[in-house]
């Protein structure tokens, strides 16, 4: 790689670049580790399909800048067993750091007006429960399985029954890459199947940029009423907000919410990185926020220091920038900003109650 392109990366992930064996550096602040369990709350299981994963990634979404620019980030090519590297990477990353777990998510694909799979207009990507679970069966003390269904596929009761049974805690929906509007009354009936098995529905809320989408207004947390009338628990993925340039801010929507239902959560995902820079620090101001939010990360979509540059102590920004491994960055940039140490135990605490 030649140096400018290797330094523009580098600007834009914040040092991510070898990150696959990086050391883990010193704790920014000096501080510990908050008590309890830390479980990242948010990352992404992600492949091509090769090594029959089962995965697609579509010819718009391989088009997308965002998928060079993380493979040039993690260290991934397209040798044959990228989908195996890519886990290897993730394990490597999650065992070098001190959080404790991590919420593994699927991707679920569209599905046509007949419930059916629909591959050909899946303009994202599809990562299959079955390869998820796969994966956490190996690897049982680092990943805890977020399935991802589709509320709008024909089998969607019985794929909620056989992930539970399989040992999923959570239920992923991105209604933007999805084709779904999440208040659509035709779903109650799969909330209420999500709620009667215990399980977090976590729904993607805010402005998408990383995928192709139908639309950004079925990502306004407004729409997760049906959900939460169905008795689930759900976290608002990303609390609807929306990067620096976006028009539409579906954030002040969540802030309504969270005064209405006490059972949506947020999780402060991709809110460290450079499109996000003006969120959190809102959100740290704003009243009753931090009480509904959860640790999560985004990975492998990369917490970026540089932007923060202002609010940190030099100190901190110099360790968090040289910091390599992703698990670690986020969360000690995100502590480094003020996100209060309950935050960090939230995500294991909501686990544990949506066991029972
Ligand atoms: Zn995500």
Request: with cysteine; charged share 25%.
């Amino acid at each position: 790689m030649r140096a400018s392109r290797r330094t523009f990366l580098r600007f834009l992930g914040g040092a991510a670049i070898g990150a696959a064996t990086g050391p883990v550096a010193s704790a920014a602040s000096g501080r510990r580790k908050p008590a309890g369990v830390l479980v990242d709350m948010h990352t992404h299981l992600f492949g091509i399909g090769d090594g029959g994963t089962g995965c697609v990634l579509s010819c718009k979404q391989r088009a997308h800048w965002n998928f060079q620019f993380s493979l040039k980030l993690i260290g991934l090519a397209e040798n044959g067993h990228m989908d195996e590297d890519y886990v290897q990477w993730m394990v490597r990353q999650l065992r070098a750091s001190s959080v404790d777990r991590a919420v593994l998510q699927a991707w679920d694909c569209r599905y046509d007006s007949a419930g059916r799979q629909d591959l050909a207009h899946t303009t994202s990507l599809y990562v299959p429960n079955e390869y998820l679970f796969r994966i956490v069966r190996r690897y049982p003390d680092l990943f805890i399985p977020c399935a991802s269904i589709n509320p709008a596929r024909r089998d969607a009761l019985d794929e909620i029954d056989s992930c539970a049974a399989a040992g999923a805690r959570l239920v992923k929906v991105h209604p933007p890459t999805m084709a779904l509007d999440p208040a659509d009354p035709r779903f109650l009936p799969f909330y209420r199947r999500c709620a009667d098995r215990g399980l977090i529905v976590m729904v993607h809320t805010g402005t998408e940029h990383s995928a192709d989408i139908i639309g950004q207004e079925v990502a306004d947390p407004a729409r997760l009423r049906p959900a939460l009338e169905a008795g689930c628990l759900v976290i608002a993925a990303h609390a609807g907000t929306r990067a620096f340039f976006d028009r539409e801010d579906f954030y002040p929507h969540f802030r309504e919410m969270i005064r209405r239902y006490p059972r949506l959560y947020c999780d402060t995902a991709v809110l460290a990185s450079m499109f996000r820079f003006r969120v959190l620090p809102q959100m740290l101001r704003d009243d009753g926020v931090m009480e509904r939010a959860v640790h999560g990360s985004d990975i492998p979509f990369p917490a970026n220091a540089m932007v923060f540059w202002h609010r940190l102590r030099p100190a901190d920004l110099i360790s968090l920038v040289t910091e390599a491994n992703l698990f670690e960055r986020d969360w000690k940039l995100k502590r480094a900003l003020g996100v209060p140490d309950p935050v960090f135990a939230r995500g294991a605490a909501l686990l544990e109650g949506a066991s029972g």
